[in-house]
């Protein structure tokens, strides 16, 4: 029976990506093949060689906020970070203060460049909720004033560069705090290598939140939920999807947040055309109904990812679940002993 401690393994510091690679493209691979139970090594360019013409790679082209604010309370001026969690309704925003206490219900805060001020009118520390002064082109200046929500084991300030290496390449709609780290590695010129070879590529959003970091509590696992995200399929995505399956070629899910998305939209093995929030939680014995394929970075021990990536692989037929777990934590170990880089700005894993 797998427990919280399953899904620990040690990561020696030095391999926690601090920086993208030089290219996007210039990733490392892992190959986990699950029929034969093999694990190759190989480069992210290498990815294109295990995608058939039938196939179809679904992305998620949520678009990463700049959700780092550095803000004072105008009463006394003491200095705020404000991190934006979620925009919640026009000119209102879930957040998380630090220090909380100085940020109370009924306090202003004034953002340092702008000026803008916002109102705290909902205070369930951590939590907050604040609503900004309306103000023309507020999404603009948000934009402007905010830093990249860099993950918390990035031990550095974002840079310039980080505007646009902690964005996918087809990030498109604006409201996650993470970005959906698998489709960091793609690049246009490779997007469209991949449509020449006749793989088609489908867009669905899913906002990645803050929650993504956070290691799952025993009250999450007996509760069987997690923290919720927004998502949406588009109809047209659906029906290519539906089509690729019922014509026997792959959906391959690059990141978690794709397949979390396409298992919370599938019924009677269709994916079905949806706007709404997810909180499912995927973890073993969950048998998936509609990713065939997942690209995947490495994840953070005791994380609802891990948990997910976990319950894929076993979701092979010849597989038990304990069988799974530990193939996973077998590539894990190699992935460490050969120093792959690990997290967000680090290599990729493909599962098949």
């Known amino acids: 029976m797998l427990t919280l401690n399953s899904f620990d393994y040690h990561l020696p510091e030095e391999l926690i990506a601090q920086y993208p690679a030089r290219e ?6 892992l190959v986990l093949d699950r029929r034969r139970r093999t694990i190759e090594h190989k480069n992210f360019t290498d990815f294109i060689n295990y995608l058939n013409a039938e196939d179809a790679l679904a992305l998620n082209n949520t678009y990463v906020i700049p959700a780092r604010l550095n803000a004072a309370r105008k009463s006394t001026g003491a200095k705020l970070e404000v991190f934006i969690t979620r925009k919640t309704a ?8 630090k220090p909380s206490k100085r940020a109370k219900e009924g306090d202003v805060i004034v953002l340092k460049n702008s000026g803008l001020e916002a109102r705290v009118i909902k205070d369930d520390s951590p939590m907050k909720l604040i609503e900004f002064e309306k103000s023309a082109n507020i999404e603009m200046k948000l934009e402007e004033e905010g830093a990249v929500p860099l993950p918390p084991y990035i031990k550095r300030q974002p840079d310039e560069a980080d505007r646009s290496r902690y964005q996918t390449v087809f990030a498109k709609h604006k409201g996650a705090v993470a970005a959906p780290t698998a489709g960091l590695h793609f690049d246009t010129p490779y997007l469209k290598e991949i ?8 867009y669905l959003t899913l906002h990645v939140s803050y929650g993504t970091f956070k290691p799952i509590t025993r009250e999450e696992l007996d509760k069987g939920r997690l923290h919720s995200e927004w998502y949406k399929i588009p109809e047209e995505t659906a029906l290519y999807l539906n089509k690729t399956a019922s014509s026997g070629g792959r959906v391959i899910a690059v990141g978690t947040t794709v397949s979390r998305a396409l298992e919370s939209a599938v019924f009677n093995s269709r994916v079905h055309p949806v706007e709404s929030d997810t909180d499912i939680f995927i973890y073993p014995p969950y048998k998936f109904k509609f990713t065939d394929a997942l690209l995947t970075n490495f994840h953070l021990p005791r994380s609802s990812l891990l948990m997910l990536v976990s ?6 037929k010849s597989m038990s679940i304990q069988e799974g777990h530990s193939f996973l934590m077998k590539a894990y170990e190699e992935a460490v002993s050969r120093k792959y880089r690990f997290y967000s700005y680090g290599d990729a894993m493909l599962i098949i």
């Open 24 to 29: 996007r493209r210039l990733s490392r691979l």
């Open 90 to 97: 026009p000119y209102k925003y879930q957040v998380l203060i």
């Open 195 to 202: 449509e020449r070879k006749g793989t088609a590529i489908c």
């Open 311 to 316: 319950a894929f692989v076993s979701s092979e």
